[in-house]
Nanobody, 121 residues
């Protein structure tokens, strides 16, 4: 069983920064799976934010490109999302997921329970 646990959410003023973390525990394929960050805000569907492949290649949504950075420490089984210049539209629950990258889904599909990010104008 694989468990993903997000942390680092909170409230911040527009223009501020937050760093989200996701730790992976249990047996599993961390180290071989693409890892992704997603978010969902009230009244909207879940959207992909960023993902990182085992070789280090990254992808970002257009809305966060240049402001967010995804990184990981596979030895520590941890995934990160550095969020700078936050905007009120970034307000959402943020989730990490394994074997997920935007619309792509692998077989080792696990999700965390999410962490709330609120950006005040």
């Amino acid at each position: 069983q694989v468990q993903l646990t997000e942390s680092g959410g909170g409230s911040v003023q527009a223009g501020g920064s937050l760093r989200l973390s996701c730790t992976v525990s249990g047996t599993g394929t961390y180290g071989r799976a693409v890892m992704g960050w997603f978010r969902q805000s009230p009244g909207k569907g879940r959207e992909g934010v960023a993902c990182i492949y085992p070789g280090g290649h990254t992808r970002y949504s257009e809305s966060v490109t240049g402001r967010f950075t995804i990184s990981e420490d596979r030895g520590a089984r941890s995934l990160y999302l550095q969020m700078n210049n936050l905007k009120p539209d970034d307000t959402a629950i943020y989730y990490c997921a394994s074997d997920r990258c935007f619309d792509w889904q692998g077989v080792f599909d696990y999700w965390g329970e999410g962490t709330q990010v609120t950006v005040d104008s």
